[in-house]
């Protein structure tokens, strides 16, 4: 057995079809086939059912592919541990992160990152939760920034900072003249929200307490993709939405004119690194932590205690 023949069952896994799998391994598909073949024998079992069309794996083959997922995760990272032993951070780092953090984080501390690490590689994309979940745990991502806790048994969430919610609201709606909001002062059928699929959506639905909330007298159901969308809205069209912190710090002096703050304790989204129980890079993960909690703004205080983490579930 051999990690150039887990390579093989993977490409098979993911083209269903031994001649595409060959032609993206950059081999003939006999030794392709001949390899698969081989490694079926020393298992003794069958990873794929070729009786099929497009082939299967089997249900053992599964198992066996979920496996040689990992095997081969671990392998990548072997040469680049092996330079941290000896104090440096090199190689490629895959990030995922939500699209609510993206555009506040990043500007924040990317520079910062291939300044300090200017041998390390580094890959981000956007991403929704579930996709960084998923993209995780097959491999395809190696941590993810995202809104936690996502209460999964084989990741480990490593806390970075808690960010306050803050309401964004028009002057056409009628709230308390006080200086701090109650979440249940709010009208839901005044609320702007973000599209089906984002953390932040579920996370405004438990904080509000929509969800046995009616909004069946609303005229207009527009569910927005991004913050800047949900803020453009109530621009536009009056209501209110709910933004985080570093959101707000993006605003122009006349929006910020239009910002609320909860009342104690602050409804916050904890923000996490979240990467595999068995990620082996420590020290890069380490350092990376470090970077981003060095960058964030003064008045995000990542040990603050009066505060209400809203969950997502």
């Not at 939405?241 to 239009?258: D, E, F, G």
Request: proline share 6%.
């Amino acid at each position: 057995m051999n990690l150039q023949q887990l390579e093989y069952i993977i490409a098979v896994d993911e083209h269903r079809h031994f001649a595409r799998a060959a032609e993206h391994s950059f081999v003939t598909q006999p030794t392709l086939s001949m390899m698969i073949q081989k490694l079926e024998e020393e298992l003794g079992l069958k990873i794929f059912d070729r009786s099929k069309h497009p082939i299967e794996p089997t249900q053992e083959g599964e198992e066996i592919i979920r496996r040689a997922k990992a095997i081969l995760s671990e392998a990548a990272h072997l040469r680049d541990y092996s330079q941290e032993l000896k104090g440096e951070i090199t190689g490629d780092l895959h990030i995922g992160i939500i699209p609510t953090l993206a555009p506040y984080l990043l500007p924040m501390c990317l520079k910062n990152f291939s300044e300090r690490f200017p041998k390390l590689r580094l890959h981000v994309r956007e991403m929704i939760t579930d996709e960084i979940v998923a993209a995780i745990k097959a491999g395809k991502t190696d941590m993810g920034l995202l809104a936690t806790p996502v209460n999964e048994p084989n990741l480990t969430e490593h806390v970075l900072f808690y960010e306050a919610f803050y309401a964004y609201v028009s002057s056409s709606e009628k709230l308390p003249n006080k200086k701090y909001l109650l979440p249940k002062q709010i009208n839901p059928d005044h609320l702007w929200l973000l599209e089906e699929g984002h953390c932040l959506r579920s996370q405004i639905y438990n904080l509000c307490e929509l969800k046995h909330q009616s909004r069946e007298s609303d005229t207009l159901h527009y569910e927005a993709g991004s913050i800047e969308t949900l803020i453009n809205l109530v621009d536009r069209y009056d209501g209110i939405t709910i933004i985080p912190h570093l959101a707000v710090l993006n605003l122009k002096p006349s929006q910020k004119k239009k910002v609320r703050e909860f009342s104690n304790p602050k409804p916050v989204r904890e923000i996490s690194l979240v990467t595999k129980a068995t990620f082996p890079r420590g020290v890069l993960l380490q350092r990376i932590q470090e970077e981003i909690i060095r960058s964030l703004p003064s008045d995000i205080n990542p040990k603050n205690r009066n505060v209400l983490p809203i969950s997502d579930v």
